[in-house]
């Protein structure tokens, strides 16, 4: 599902690759802001190019200070996969977006659910 911002940014102006890069931009954006997990310190100075030690935060942010705990897990297959599918659907489709892809597994209009 878009949300209102990516269809405002699909059907504003410039190039492919410019609305590419604003979607980038708006993702990022939504993932910070979804993000529970990282030090939000740690993630905006990295953003401007800047390391910071998440154990310097010391609980000042919400995210350190919210006691959640992480797991580690290896996903190496589940990218690689998610890779695969990416390239095949882009050999179809070349201007096909990697920001789309999620959009596109979902959509019940997906060429990948016309055979079903
Ligand atoms: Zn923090």
Known sequence: MQSVFEMMVRKGEGSYAKKDAELD????VVAYCLNEV????QVVLEHFG???NAA??????????????VE?????????S????????????PLF?????????IS???????NR
Do not use: W, Y
């Not at 990282?38 to 310190?41: Q, T």
């Not at 998610?82 to 489709?93: A, E, G, P, Y």
């Not at 977006?97 to 597994?105: G, M």
């Open 38 to 41: 990282d030090c939000r310190r």
């Open 108 to 114: 019940s209009d997906s060429p990948l659910f016309l």
């Open 97 to 105: 977006s990697l920001l789309s892809l999620p959009s596109f597994l």
């Open 72 to 80: 580690a897990k290896d996903l190496t297959r589940h990218a690689q």
């Open 50 to 52: 800047e390391h910071f």
């Open 56 to 69: 310097d935060c010391r609980g000042t942010c919400d995210n350190c200070s919210g006691g959640f705990a």
């Open 25 to 28: 931009m708006l993702h990022r």
């Open 82 to 93: 998610i890779v695969r599918l990416f390239m095949s659907v882009r050999s179809i489709f």
